[in-house]
């Protein structure tokens, strides 16, 4: 039996042969057909021309997805090295700065530049955040002017290479625990650091293997005795090529993807640097030795440091949302030319894409992938707006912090499984290095980690939730957070998430008054609804929960860890809804159209997936009936052919250059091939 891959030719669920993804025989356009560049400048919003500069940039350095998988990792490294600085000379990766020291002066700018970098080589894109956006952006966010004028326009040519350096070996996401200490001596107007234990040396830094001349170093500071929480230095760590005195470095060694980024651990040892190496934006200490801030409250001061970093984790969403592009674009052309089994045809195999299950496993992903995408562009509007116009209402930023870590944990989980749903629906094809998803899943796998575990991060979501965003944040950790809602009145959370109220209140919306018929299933209301009250029924549930644990006695501790789970799923239904309201939102935003009518019909599938997938919850709370289970899945179905015929001009919409698709042979050679099947002409 053949199952040789030829050029597209499919099957519309009325029977109408096609011979490629939007016109019928005859060139008659297909429904709902649209122009994939047209797709493409839309998403691409605003910022058009970056993005363009970026693609044109990853195509000129393709060959670096090669030189990822030939050379040593040592020429590898220097490989990605020497792109990072060639790209630094274009100007792409400088747009955030400000434009007095060489930059773009547009932190929007830098945010679609490091996206769109996402969908080449991702050692090149997380070096260069490291250097940028870490490194860099700790010294523009955190320091003040004698730091810029020392340092930004150095980091932003490249001249100057750099390390962001937070994490420890022993504390992981617990930063406010870190062990390494930055006590100040008045004698010398200097400030000592040191690693007091093994296990506080700093880790997977990325740039201090081997590149890196200076790291921006979080220690916990103490004056004359006194401890003031942690903030950042900046400390030289080579000299000339080699490590500074006092300063010990090691090579994390290899790695399971990104192995042409240089990490590595590092150690101090009384390492002494000027008083000035404090970057004082939120804190200072004079000469005399007198600690002084803005900021009273240490856990406010705390939070707000970390506030102003929020860049690093919007990047690595958007980066894991647009390495899933790369994946969905490969997988989807591979399916509409690969054929196998004589299905619906003796003469023929049949294209694999027209099987139903294979449009279930793609299309659903595809269809959240838009909906990422627009949530993603929503966040980077608010980050640039609130960053560039420096906002200071607290509730707003809070807000930002929020969203930044649900939309990076639903887009870098959204990555990991997309990929690798997308590798298995391309069989062992997928498995070769050469059709780019081995590098994509090694390389992406460590997003859900990067900036933040995303565990950690919806916890912080649920805070928001829970507390309105209040004044006063505790740690991030489990322990902190119980704390914190005991000591706040849970009381108004769950009167206002009352089921019988919200029932009440959300009656009139839905079809018909009630959930028995199955009518309206694609009514978007209706979808905004469900998500709606499944997020305030859970909230409300966490909060009654947690009350009663507290009420009774209980270790605040043990009740969040009681709980813990609901937490996270109220987090996640959060983030869900927000998801979808930023889809919606793209498209009732539009003219009429085809790019109007093209993205309704994503996001109804993707409203309807997601409440497809969680349909046990929505029955277990009388939200969905039988009947009307069966008729959503039954639409999801519907939906996935009559996305069918325009799966390639989606994915073409995503504006993947081709040399980053690489996989010849599933996306190039066979839609070329010579062969012609039984029943065709070439």
């Known amino acids: 039996m053949s199952t040789d891959t030829v050029t597209p030719r499919s099957t519309t669920p009325e ?65 990605v090295k020497d792109i990072v600085l060639e790209m630094a000379a274009t100007g ?25 970098l996402a969908l080449g080589d991702l050692s090149v894109l ?46 992981g996401s617990n930063v406010q625990a ?98 000035d190496a404090l970057l004082d934006r939120f804190a200072a200490v004079s ?96 980050l640039h707006t609130v960053l560039t116009d420096q906002v200071e209402d607290d509730t707003r930023r809070r807000e930002l912090e929020t969203m930044a870590a649900g939309i990076k944990a639903l887009g870098t989980w959204h990555a990991t499984d997309t990929i690798q749903e997308c590798r298995e629906a391309c069989g062992g094809a997928g498995y070769l290095a050469v059709n780019r998803f081995p590098a994509l899943k090694a390389d992406t796998d460590v997003f859900t980690t990067f900036e933040g575990d995303n565990h950690v991060l919806l916890q912080l979501v649920a805070k928001g939730l829970l507390t309105n965003y209040a004044e006063e944040f505790e740690d991030l950790d489990s322990l902190g957070m119980a704390r914190f809602v005991a000591g706040m009145a849970v009381d108004t959370v769950v009167e206002r998430t009352s089921v019988h109220k919200l029932l009440e209140r959300l009656r009139g919306v839905l079809p018909g008054g009630d959930d028995e018929g199955v009518e309206g299933v694609r009514d978007t209301d209706y979808h905004l609804t469900m998500l709606r009250f499944r997020e305030e029924h859970q909230v409300g549930g966490v909060a009654r929960r947690l009350k009663r644990g507290i009420d009774a006695g209980g270790n605040p501790g043990v009740v969040f860890s009681e709980v813990q789970d609901h937490v996270i799923a109220a987090a996640r239904s959060h983030v869900q809804r927000v998801v979808l309201e930023a889809f919606v939102a793209k498209v009732r935003g539009l003219p009429e159209g085809e790019l109007r009518d093209a993205l309704q019909l994503l996001c109804d599938l993707h409203a309807l997936c997601t409440i497809e997938d ?6 277990e709370h009388g939200r969905l009936s039988v009947p009307r289970s069966k008729a959503i899945s039954r639409e999801v179905n519907a939906l996935c052919r009559r996305v069918r015929p325009l799966a390639e001009a989606y994915v073409d919409g995503f504006g993947v250059p081709p040399e980053m698709l690489r996989a010849p042979a599933l996306v190039d050679a066979y839609a070329n091939a010579t062969r012609t099947a039984p029943g065709e002409t070439h």
């Open 15 to 79: 029977g109408e042969g096609v011979t490629d993804a939007t016109h019928a025989p005859g060139g008659t356009p297909v429904e709902g057909a649209f122009d994939p560049a047209a797709m493409t400048r839309l998403l691409d919003g605003r910022y058009t021309e970056v993005r363009a500069l970026v693609r044109s940039n990853l195509a000129e350095y393709a060959s670096v997805l090669e030189d990822a998988e030939t050379m040593s990792r040592a020429d590898y490294r220097e490989r």
């Open 92 to 116: 792409q990766t400088g747009m955030g700065f400000p434009e007095e020291y060489g930059g773009g002066g547009d932190i929007g700018a830098s945010v679609a530049a490091f996206e769109t």
């Open 126 to 171: 997380v070096k260069t955040g490291v250097q940028f956006g870490l490194f860099g952006g700790a010294i523009q966010q955190l320091g003040t002017k004698r730091h810029h004028d020392a340092y930004l326009r150095p980091l932003i040519t490249g001249e100057l290479l750099g390390c962001f350096a937070m994490s420890e070996t022993g504390h």
């Open 178 to 275: 870190l062990d390494t200490t930055a006590t100040y001596d008045a004698d010398t107007e200097e400030f000592v650091l040191h690693t007091p234990t093994e296990q506080g040396g700093k880790d997977y830094i990325g740039n201090a293997a081997q590149h890196g001349e200076v790291a921006v170093v979080f220690a916990q500071l103490r004056v004359a005795g006194e401890g003031h929480g942690v903030h950042a230095f900046v400390v030289p760590i080579r000299s000339g090529g080699e490590a500074c005195a006092g300063v010990r470095i090691e090579d994390d060694g290899l790695k399971m993807g990104l192995n042409g980024v240089d990490n590595g651990r590092l150690w101090f040892d009384q390492v002494r640097v000027p008083r």
């Open 287 to 382: 000469a005399e030795g007198v600690y002084s801030s803005p900021i009273e409250n240490p856990n406010r001061r705390f939070f707000t440091m970390l506030g102003t970093l929020i860049t690093g984790r919007v990047c690595v969403g958007g980066a894991g949302i647009n390495a899933a592009k790369v994946a969905l674009a490969v997988a989807v052309k591979y399916g509409l030319r690969r054929r196998q089994f004589e299905a619906a045809s003796k003469d023929e195999e049949q294209l694999v894409m027209d099987y139903g299950m294979h449009q279930r496993r793609l299309f659903p992903r595809l269809a959240r992938g838009y909906a990422m995408h627009f949530a993603q562009e929503a966040l980077a509007a608010e």
């Open 614 to 619: 969680d349909r046990a919850w929505f029955m």
